[in-house]
């Protein structure tokens, strides 16, 4: 682990050295920033995005966070762990949706500019259930092999306790594939600071 750090340091250390070297090479390395580009509006404009940016942030961290920080407080550590366990288990039916959303992300934006209707609403329809039959694909794997992969970790016998929390967990999981595109639509339209 100690080798690792200093490795990890070194590394580090050179990226630095290597652009303060490209950056002397090309003219662009300077002591002193020259900040007379930012006038007070655009000053103010970076602010007010860096604050949204820092509010959306922390929002979306305890929006995604709150059932770990909700469990570990009202519950023990291990069931902490266990719910942990089951969450990282269940995420796995959100590989498709990935990749759906981000060959759909591009369209979304399209369409919302144009304001097609009728394209976005089909293209929400297909991803929802494209996005909802293999949600129930992955959640009938993970069910069917819950026991078998609970029984590969150690301590096999508490963590299984957490069969039917994995069950809940994947379901919300499923419910939030077959509402498709909602995140995207939102992130891209013109009220999404609202």
Not at 86 to 96: C, D, G, Q
Not at 121 to 146: D, E, H, P, R
Request: hydrophobic share 50%; glycine share 8%; no cysteine.
């Amino acid at each position: 682990l100690q080798t690792a750090l200093w490795f990890l340091i070194v590394h580090y250390a050179g990226i630095v050295l290597g652009l303060v070297i490209y950056l002397n090479q090309i003219g662009e390395w300077f002591w002193r920033p020259d900040w007379s580009f930012l006038r007070p509006q655009l000053r103010k404009d970076i602010l007010q995005y860096a604050g949204f940016g820092v509010a959306t942030g922390f929002a979306l961290l305890l929006a995604t966070r709150l059932d770990m920080f909700m469990v570990g407080s009202l519950a023990s550590i291990k069931s902490a762990g266990i719910y942990a366990i089951a969450l990282n288990i269940s995420a796995a039916m959100e590989i498709p949706a990935k990749s759906l959303y981000s060959a759909s992300v591009s369209f979304v934006a399209k369409y919302l500019s144009e304001e097609n209707w009728v394209e976005m609403q089909s293209l929400y329809q297909k991803v929802s259930i494209n996005l909802l039959t293999a949600g129930l694909f992955i959640l009938g794997g993970i069910w069917v092999s819950a026991d078998a992969l609970y029984s590969l970790m150690t301590n096999s016998g508490e963590i299984s306790q957490g069969k039917y929390v994995l069950l809940v967990l994947s379901i919300a999981k499923l419910v939030d594939l077959a509402a498709g595109l909602n995140n995207q639509i939102v992130y891209y339209s013109k009220h999404y600071q609202f």
